[in-house]
Each structure stands twice: as structure tokens, then as C-alpha cells.
């Protein structure tokens, strides 16, 4: 990769668009989720499914129910005939009646927050029984973690609900994990989505990328981590990860979260927030041109910023319907050797509620990458000495069909798309390939010093 073929031009920032409509899905999409699930069900021959959910563990539960359990634990019985029950502890029984995939209630006390009333209380194994789940099938747990290589065989579920899972169903040689069913990157229902569910996650993408801009123009010596942490939080919508607005040297007193700290000239900056369907994050040094940096990092630019920026460029432009997760995890390889730079994760992933889904882009990954999938570009630098560098954000990839139908269902959407490809195009000189969709704004826009709000990278 030769440095000179990107350069610091002054341009324009990318289009953002504030205060955008969050789509609701239909019942159709909530209905055709339920039966995806039954489908993979029959293949793997499941005859019950138990889905966990809590408030950091949710997904899965909410892909069918439409909601999450709050701040309690839950439990959504599934079998092949599409009958649900819901298992609730006491502030969620309410919620049942809007599950947007109807089924019946049965109430555990167990699940509500400590020292409640416990009125009604019986053995887990019992209400399970109840729910439906028969002893001597085969039952599938899904948790919320897609355990892989040597570790297929665990379960991610509280203790006190695998027990009552395993007395339930005839003991623990009928429980299989089924995480796989929501979430494998090859067969997971949840990694192809329609275009019902790409508009949905668009505005969480469209969101964040928005707020990451505010962000990044708010950027001055003497302004405060919270202040920034301020921007990026909007619209009262729930964070898919913790928000990051850190300036200098990060996790001083185990911090994680932004604090009254000030940015200074010279120092490193991380900034990170994500929503339902997209995170964007962006790493870089608070100075207005090169010769600002301190010494021993003076050749960031061309060291670490130019060469990460390249691979990204590459990751964009080779992406399609059809490439394979190792074709591209070689491909970033090749351009960004990881023994010189010093990333160690998957170089991208699947996105959904969740920030991270699951990843088909893994060594010799066989997964062939499909329309609808939505995807973050997680490319991530580490040379000892040197602040990081990061452009994270959201792409698709959608075949002619998904592109038609989200031009003529989701005009604002699609319209949206349309000039996120065209600042790519005409500002960046990106060549997107055309099933590549864009559903955030800041995608490929890398501003490597932050004091100058004028200048990005461009190709030549």
C-alpha cells in the first residue's frame, strides 16, 4: 500500500439526518420470524424450545415476543405447532398481552427483583410442564452466546433454569443448545434480514452515526468527557454497548464511562456509541495537524491512520453478496498484516439489537456472506507506542430484489441510502460495489486529527 494514494483534503462533512422516523415492524415480519424459527426446529428435529431473556441478554426473546423482560428474568416456551408461552416474573405479566407473537402467560414470582411477593409460587420444572415441555423430547436452550469451536456443548442459562430445564424434559441428555437457530452466522435466523427489518435498524444506525458527528464537531480542548458523552447519547433510545467518550489515557480508576476529565491538546480520543442496528465509533488525536503530535508518534498518520484507512476502503470495495467470511478475513490480511498491526478479532461482524450478533469473517470461514445480512466494519489497530485509529459503522448487503423493495416501501429510507452512496462515490471516491447498502452516515469518513473539522482522508 503506498501512502500517497490517500491524502488530507478539505471537504464536506457526510449528510446527517436528525430526527428520522423509527419504523415499526409489522405483524407479518414478527409472524414470519416465529415460523423461521419452527422451520429450524423441524430440521434439527427440536421438538420444544425454552428462550432465556433478561435485560442484558434479551434478544432472542424479543426477536419473537417484541419486548425484553426489563429488569426481570423470562422465559418464552416455543414448540413445532407455533404454540407460545410466556413465564413472567410479577412487573412483566403486563407486557404479555402486546407480545407481538400472541401465546399464554404462566407467572414465576422467582423472577421478579428480591423480597417481592412470592404469592403463587411453584417448582420451575412444574411450570415448564405446564408451558408445555415434555419429558423424553428433544429440547433446545438458547441462551444469548453462540459458543463455538470446543465449547458447543455449554449452556448460557442461570443454573436454577438449566435444572429445572433438564427435570422438565427427562433429565439433561435431551437438552441441546439452540442458540445457533437465532444466531449462527450460516443458519441463524437472525442474521438475514427483510426489509422490514432493515428500516427498522437503519434509524438505530442513522442515529448513532448522527450523534457521532455532533460529537466529533464538538471536539475542543477544555470540553469535558461528559459533555461529549451528552451528544452521543440521544433521543432516550437504549445503547447496544457502553458509551465511550474518552479522552487521553483510557480505564484511570477502572472508569469506563465518561467523566468530568477535559480534553488536551495532543491527546488520544476514543468515542463510541451504538443503538439497535448499528454502532459507530471513532478513534483519533485531539491536534489540528501532524506536526502537533508528540514526538513519538509523529508518523501516526502514514505509521497507522493511512494504512487502517486502506484496509477499510478495501473491506468496502470487496464486499458482496456471495464472498465467503475467510475470503475477507484474508483480504484484510493482505492488506493489514496482523503482525504489523496488531488487530486480533474478527475484521467485521453481524449486527442486529445486538452491537456484536455473531461473525461469519473468521479463518477459512466457509459462511458465504448473503442479502440481508447487516454488517460492522470492525477493523481494529493496535501498535504499541501509538493511539488507535477507528472508523466503525454500519453496512448491508441487499440483492436487487431488497433494494427495490426498500425503494418502494421505504422511500425515506431508500433516499436516505442513496446519498450516503453518492457522498461515498463523488467525496470519498469509494467504489462501492452495487449490493453494498449504507445504513450509516459516517461510513468511510475518517477525520485523523480532530482539532481540523475541515480535512478527512480521500483517496487520490
Known amino acids: 500500500m503506498d501512502a500517497r494514494h490517500y491524502a488530507l483534503k478539505i471537504i464536506p462533512s457526510p449528510p446527517t439526518f436528525p430526527g428520522a422516523a423509527s419504523p415499526v415492524m409489522s405483524d407479518d415480519t414478527l409472524q414470519r420470524r416465529l415460523a423461521a424459527i419452527i422451520q429450524r426446529m423441524q430440521q434439527q428435529q427440536i421438538l420444544q424450545l425454552i428462550i432465556y431473556a433478561d435485560k442484558e441478554h434479551g434478544s432472542n426473546f424479543e426477536y419473537l415476543a417484541g419486548f425484553i423482560p426489563r429488569f426481570e428474568e423470562a422465559l418464552l416456551v416455543v414448540n413445532q405447532q407455533g404454540g407460545l408461552t410466556y413465564i413472567m416474573g410479577n412487573e412483566n405479566l403486563k407486557l404479555v398481552p402486546f407480545a407481538r407473537n400472541p401465546g399464554r402467560c404462566l407467572h414465576a414470582p422467582v423472577f421478579s427483583l428480591p423480597n417481592q411477593p412470592m404469592h403463587g409460587e411453584q417448582p420451575q420444572d412444574q411450570l415448564l410442564t405446564e408451558a408445555g415441555i415434555k419429558a423424553g423430547e428433544r429440547t433446545g436452550l438458547v441462551g444469548w452466546k453462540l459458543f463455538t469451536g470446543s465449547q458447543h456443548e455449554l449452556f448460557d442459562l442461570p443454573q436454577f433454569v438449566y435444572t429445572a430445564a433438564a427435570q422438565a424434559a427427562g433429565g439433561d441428555v435431551h437438552l441441546v443448545n439452540a442458540t445457533g437457530l437465532f ?10 434480514n427483510c426489509a422490514d427489518e432493515v428500516a427498522f435498524y437503519e434509524a438505530g444506525a442513522n442515529l448513532a452515526s448522527t450523534a457521532m458527528l455532533a460529537a466529533l464537531d464538538s471536539v475542543q480542548p477544555g470540553v469535558t468527557e461528559k459533555a461529549l458523552g451528552a451528544r452521543l447519547n440521544a433521543e432516550g433510545q437504549p445503547n447496544s454497548v457502553v458509551t465511550i467518550a474518552a479522552t487521553g489515557d483510557r480505564f484511570a480508576q477502572a472508569r469506563l464511562y465518561p467523566s468530568d476529565k477535559q480534553i488536551l491538546t495532543g491527546d488520544k480520543l476514543s468515542l463510541t456509541v451504538g443503538y439497535k442496528g448499528g454502532l459507530t465509533s471513532r478513534s483519533a488525536y485531539v491536534v489540528s495537524e501532524a506536526s502537533e503530535l508528540r514526538r513519538n508518534v509523529s508518523d501516526w498518520l502514514t505509521r497507522l491512520a ?12 470487496e464486499l458482496r453478496i456471495g464472498i465467503t467470511g475467510g475470503e475477507l478475513y484474508t483480504l484484510i490480511e493482505t492488506v493489514l498484516p496482523k503482525a504489523l498491526y496488531g488487530w486480533h478479532l474478527n475484521p467485521g461482524h453481524l449486527v442486529a439489537d445486538e452491537e456484536w450478533l455473531s461473525s461469519p469473517i473468521y479463518p477459512d470461514s466457509a459462511v458465504t456472506l448473503k442479502s440481508g445480512m447487516l454488517l460492522q466494519i470492525d477493523i481494529i489497530p493496535s501498535v504499541p507506542g501509538y493511539g488507535g485509529c477507528s472508523i466503525e459503522d454500519t453496512v448491508g448487503l441487499a440483492d436487487a430484489a431488497l433494494r427495490d423493495e426498500l425503494a418502494s416501501r421505504f422511500p425515506e429510507v431508500w433516499q436516505r441510502m442513496t446519498r450516503r452512496r453518492d457522498y461515498l462515490t463523488d467525496v470519498l471516491k469509494i467504489r462501492l460495489p452495487e449490493e453494498v447498502i449504507l445504513l450509516s452516515n459516517t461510513v468511510g469518513y475518517l477525520r485523523p486529527f480532530l482539532l481540523d473539522k475541515q480535512r478527512a482522508l480521500v483517496r487520490q
Not at 493511512?306 to 470495495?317: F, G, K, M, Q, R
Request: charged letters at 15%.
Open 183 to 192: 444466531i449462527s452466522p450460516d443458519l441463524g435466523a437472525r442474521c438475514v
Open 306 to 317: 493511512i494504512p487502517y484507512y486502506h484496509a477499510v476502503v478495501s473491506w468496502l470495495e
